[in-house]
């Protein structure tokens, strides 16, 4: 009896020691496995694991940056200006544009429909809303980099749609186009930042030029303004 109870205590205290000397026969910086653990991909949507690589690329490295589509809207304050324009006459207005396209990396290629209202105070009657409808193809240069912000210039050529309905034919610099819209073609230049947020959307702060030509009786001479922009873009 004693026999077996010292037998059993000396198997036990030896244990340990086993196990002490299969860890030290690891490589350095090795661990025991005791079980295997499931890898995380196991099982998982290949395109959810894209995904989240991409996510986290775009956090580690902020000069990746496609070719990837592109979603984003902005609005604007409208200021019209010239030597000739009225500030009683033609007041700051108000913006909203909706784009797409694709981010190549240094650069974009972009579609855009948006809508401009202007308040105006003619000479003699009631205040009246200059309008635009705007249809425009574009892009921009971009300087990717591995900070938060993306500096960029861009340009764009729009096919535009003007209304002013007044009783007046002309108040220069504008012309009544009654009630229907009437086409005149512009372009615009713009520069300002996007602030990224966690990679796959920015916050885009800018400043946008606008050239609008008489086109079809929309104006005495050709329309000029300026807007400060702030927007929102995203990454698909």
């Not at 809508?115 to 009246?128: A, E, H, K, N, R």
């Not at 007046?168 to 996007?194: E, I, K």
Request: proline share 7%; hydrophobic share 40%; with cysteine.
């Amino acid at each position: 009896m004693w026999k077996s109870c010292c037998l059993c205590v000396a198997l036990m205290s030896m244990a340990p020691l086993a196990k002490a000397d299969d860890a030290d026969s690891l490589p350095a910086g090795a661990q025991p496995e005791y079980g295997k653990m499931p890898m995380a991909s196991e099982g998982s949507n290949p395109r959810l694991e894209r995904r989240l690589s991409l996510q986290s690329r775009h956090r580690q490295d902020r000069t990746y940056r496609g070719p990837a589509g592109i979603l984003g809207f902005e609005g604007g304050v409208p200021i019209f200006v010239g030597s000739d324009i009225d500030r009683d006459f033609i007041k700051a207005g108000g913006s909203i544009r909706g784009f797409g396209g694709v981010d190549f990396g240094f650069g974009t290629v972009e579609l855009e429909v948006g809508y401009l209202g202007v308040p105006t105070d003619p000479p003699g009657m009631s205040q009246q809303s200059l309008q635009r409808v705007v249809l425009g193809v574009g892009g921009r240069v971009q300087v990717p980099n591995k900070s938060v912000f993306i500096p960029y210039l861009g340009f764009g050529f729009a096919a535009q749609w003007w209304k002013y309905d007044t009783l007046t034919g002309c108040t220069p610099p504008l012309c009544s186009t009654g009630s229907s819209f009437r086409f005149a073609p512009g372009f615009n230049v713009r520069a300002g930042t996007s602030i990224l947020l966690g990679g796959i959307a920015a916050i885009e702060i800018g400043l946008r030029y606008n050239l609008s030509f008489e086109g079809n009786g929309v104006s005495t001479q050709n329309l000029q303004f300026i807007e400060p922009t702030l927007g929102f873009r995203f990454w698909l």
